[in-house]
């Protein structure tokens, strides 16, 4: 049965920042591990975590860069971590639960977008792989360390899911790649990540939440021309964010939202927007959002994490 989706009155707004939301929230002794946490809402988001109290580790490929993106961030370790490569992965996780540490929160933020047509790993095609497999990947691999009573997992997906179901048929672009409808893809795996892992972990504690962080301009854009960033709307011709964007704060607030708030304890599995749950989407425009129905079917999420069992030779919830 699908998730039932409206706001719950979290009093929090698109406007709220990831420190607003963390107010009065101490999570001193707390491990978080965040993706991606050295750039861009991923970065907004290490810092609010770090200021509330916790202890962040920031898997990076390029450690030396999320080391000084870090600098002067207390609270916070860099540890290599390519999600591209299944192997990095393990190799990763290995020495993480050498450590014995425990994660009371995993945010999976690191993703790419409008990559070109490429096929990494085993053939897998590569927002898929980046996106999704390679999260699916390192939270199976994790999953002795995640804490039982509490922990929470958090996806952070995008009204982009908008753009593309789960194409069964043809996953990897073998038939004909379109970028936006790779990325949109990957993004309805990352809430569908969400449902299945949350109906699988309720049980013994570990919750799942898909989120969309609102309009953002991030260094996840890089790959996009200056003159279709003005086309989509995205800037003015001046190179000025248009309006309706938010800043990295305050797309990192749902997130962090996400992970600490205490009012979604009876609502794992859910696609958050705006730090409260989404509604439905009732069109198809992506600055309203909203969720779609594929994005939070329970027979496709278990389908999909299926699916990714089969491509990663992983599952540690099932």
């Not at 970065?43 to 993106?69: K, N, Q």
């Not at 639960?97 to 590569?126: C, F, H, K, R, S």
């Not at 989120?211 to 003005?230: A, F, K, Y």
Request: hydrophobic content about 40%.
């Amino acid at each position: 049965m699908a998730i039932t989706h409206h706001k719950i009155g979290s009093g929090f707004d698109a406007h709220s920042t990831a420190d607003e939301v963390l107010a009065g929230i101490d999570l001193s002794g707390k491990t978080v591990l965040i993706t991606g946490g050295y750039s861009g809402l991923g970065l907004a988001a290490t810092s609010a975590l770090a200021r509330a109290g916790a202890h962040v580790i920031v898997p990076a490929r390029r450690p030396s860069v999320a080391t000084e993106a870090l600098r002067g961030i207390p609270r916070t370790e860099v540890r290599e971590l390519d999600l591209a490569d299944p192997d990095s992965i393990r190799r990763f996780s290995d020495r993480f639960l050498e450590t014995g540490q425990p994660l009371d929160i995993v945010i999976a933020n690191a993703g790419v977008m409008a990559y070109p047509a490429t096929l990494i790993g085993p053939g897998w095609e590569a927002h898929l792989a980046i996106n999704h497999l390679g999260h699916y990947a390192l939270v199976n691999r994790l999953r002795p360390a995640l804490v039982p009573t509490g922990a929470r997992v958090v996806s952070v997906a995008s009204a982009g899911h908008f753009l593309s179901d789960i194409r069964w048929d043809d996953p990897h672009f073998h038939h004909g790649y379109d970028h936006w409808l790779a990325y949109g893809q990957s993004k309805t795996a990352n809430a569908l990540f969400a449902v299945h892992l949350d109906a699988l972990g309720a049980a013994s504690g570990v919750h799942g939440f898909a989120v969309h962080p609102g309009s953002i301009l991030t260094p996840l854009q890089r790959r996009i021309p200056r003159e279709q960033q003005i086309a989509q709307g995205w800037i003015t011709p001046d190179g000025s964010q248009a309006d309706g964007f938010k800043t990295p704060e305050q797309g990192a607030a749902t997130a962090v939202w996400a992970a600490t708030s205490p009012l979604l304890d009876d609502h794992g599995g859910a696609y958050c927007q705006d730090c409260d749950v989404a509604e439905s989407a009732v069109s198809d425009d992506m600055l309203v959002g909203g969720v779609k129905p594929w994005a939070i079917d329970p027979d496709s999420a278990s389908r999909l994490w299926a699916l990714s069992g089969e491509l990663t030779g992983l599952d540690a919830f099932s």
